[in-house]
């Protein structure tokens, strides 16, 4: 059955740093979300991206986030200087595009966790 | 915009008994409305989802929900509980955006099952 995978599943960064989180969503889909999860609270949505370009972004996508899909398959996230507050679980999912159903589903990553000391 | 309520944070149930975790939503527009479960150390999987068609909606595992308008309700229960069902139980509600559907999350509710 396809999957969303994302790399690497931990990721332990120092303040002040880049990092990129990677996903590769199912093949055929059309639709690419990032999410994240920080310790004890909700999962937020961060943007979606479509047609290579982002199609919405939360309150929380500043100028410091940025997504990409570089090639086929990947789809990224890249944060470009990392603060103590982004530490979360940050989850990728994507979703297929049907034609007459809005709202299929969207497949989830197991996710990235990423800590910033 | 749109929210969701969960109402528990934490439910514990024996094996063999039934389970109810609460969601309550608030939205703008006819909602469909998802609830994911997540594993330790695993991705968010769909239990089953509401999409204006019937109201109780059936997903996998012997999960089921019941969508009321009137209630703005949409808990999820399953009649006998498996140590499998462990997990943590998410209350989703989608909103249509330009790009797609944007997912609002509940906080989770941690499903204990003992025997």
């Known amino acids: 059955e396809p999957e969303v995978t994302q790399t690497p599943s931990h990721q332990v960064t120092q303040m002040g740093q880049e990092v990129i989180l990677r996903c590769v969503p199912i093949?055929?889909?059309?639709?690419f979300y990032w999410y994240r999860q920080i310790l004890g609270q909700k999962v937020e949505f961060l943007v979606s991206?479509?047609?290579?370009?982002?199609?919405?972004k939360s309150e929380i996508f500043d100028d410091q986030f940025s997504v990409e899909r570089p090639d086929g398959s990947n789809f990224t996230l890249k944060i470009r200087s990392t603060k103590l507050e982004d530490s979360a679980m940050y989850f990728c999912a994507s979703r297929a595009r049907l034609a007459g159903e809005s709202y299929n589903e969207q497949f989830f990553g197991p996710g990235t966790r990423l800590t910033v000391l | 915009a749109q929210s969701v309520t969960q109402l528990d944070s934490h439910v514990s149930v024996s094996e063999g008994t039934p389970v109810l975790l609460r969601c309550n939503y608030s939205s703008s527009y006819s909602p469909s409305l998802f609830w994911y479960v997540q594993h330790p150390n695993k991705g968010l999987q769909l239990l089953l989802k509401?999409?204006?068609?019937?109201?109780l909606v059936k997903g996998i595992n012997g999960f089921e929900a019941e969508f009321k308008k009137s209630e703005t309700s949409f808990h999820l229960t399953k009649p006998s509980a498996h140590m499998s069902d462990a997990a943590e139980y998410f209350c989703v509600v989608s909103e249509p955006t330009g790009g797609g559907n944007k997912l609002t999350f509940g906080t989770g509710t941690q499903l204990k099952v003992e025997l």
């Open positions: 991206f479509y047609n290579n370009e982002i199609s919405e």
């Open positions: 509401y999409t204006s068609a019937a109201t």
């Open positions: 093949s055929n889909h059309l639709y």
